[in-house]
């Protein structure tokens, strides 16, 4: 009895702790689109405001200004382009080289395991013969290490 409550202390665990990083995850995400979002707006309005103001300027002085406007406007595309960069390399790879397991998964790899020791049980009292149904492949993803 304290072994299956033990498991179910551990499987609470677990699901707690995929809980709190698909939280997590989620969190990091909405920070950098918030972060995104705000360096789009911010450079879009000083363009806005360089332009504006150019217009009341010479026109030698506008073409000037309006070419600096495309610089300003190319290296904010740069920066946005080096963070989205930063975002995949930090954080979406390190994601997807961990990929978590479903509760599906957990699920019928613990049932697997339950029919398993139910076997080698079986097989080390002497009640069964050895199965002859090999055991199923599935492609689902797994938790890194598990494998």
Do not use: C
């Not at 000037?64 to 406007?69: G, L, P, V």
């Not at 190319?74 to 990929?99: C, Y």
């Not at 097989?123 to 290490?145: H, N, Q, V, W, Y």
């Amino acid at each position: 009895m304290s072994k299956t409550v033990s498991a179910w202390v551990d499987r609470v665990g677990n699901q707690q702790i995929l809980l709190k990083t698909v939280e997590a995850t989620r969190k990091l995400w909405l920070g950098g689109l918030g972060a995104y979002s705000l360096a789009a707006r911010s450079s879009v309005r000083a363009v806005e405001t360089l332009l504006r103001e150019s217009k009341a300027m010479p026109p030698k002085a506008r073409q000037q200004i309006e070419e600096k406007s495309a610089e300003l406007m190319s290296t904010a595309n740069t920066a946005i382009q080096r963070g989205e960069q930063v975002v995949r390399e930090r954080f979406l790879r390190p994601l997807d080289f961990v990929l978590l397991a479903t509760r599906r998964d957990i699920e019928q790899l613990s049932l697997r395991v339950i029919e398993l020791s139910t076997e080698v049980h079986q097989l080390a009292t002497g009640k069964a013969t050895p199965a002859t149904k090999p055991a199923e492949r599935d492609d689902s993803p797994m938790i890194a290490g598990t494998a």
